[in-house]
């Protein structure tokens, strides 16, 4: 995705990141926005369920997204 684009949540590849991705809001259903990335590219920073949120880029991987 790049800065500014909104998809929904699909589900999730990894089923042990799910659970915490999920406690965090990450809800299969629910959009998505991705505001930016760190200078060095990791971590991100993504809005999701009316916060923003900042994720290690292998976390954010295991996410599926439609857009």
């Known amino acids: 995705m790049k800065p500014g684009e909104v998809a929904i949540i ?3 590849k990894d089923e042990y990141i799910s659970v915490k991705l999920m406690e965090m809001g990450c809800l299969p259903g629910v959009p ?3 505001n930016f990335t ?17 994720l ?12």
């Open 10 to 12: 699909a589900g999730f």
């Open 32 to 34: 998505v926005r991705f």
């Open 38 to 54: 760190a200078p060095f590219g990791d971590p991100i920073c993504i809005s999701v369920s009316g916060y923003e949120l900042s």
């Open 56 to 67: 290690r880029l292998e976390e954010a991987a295991t996410i599926s997204i439609v857009q």
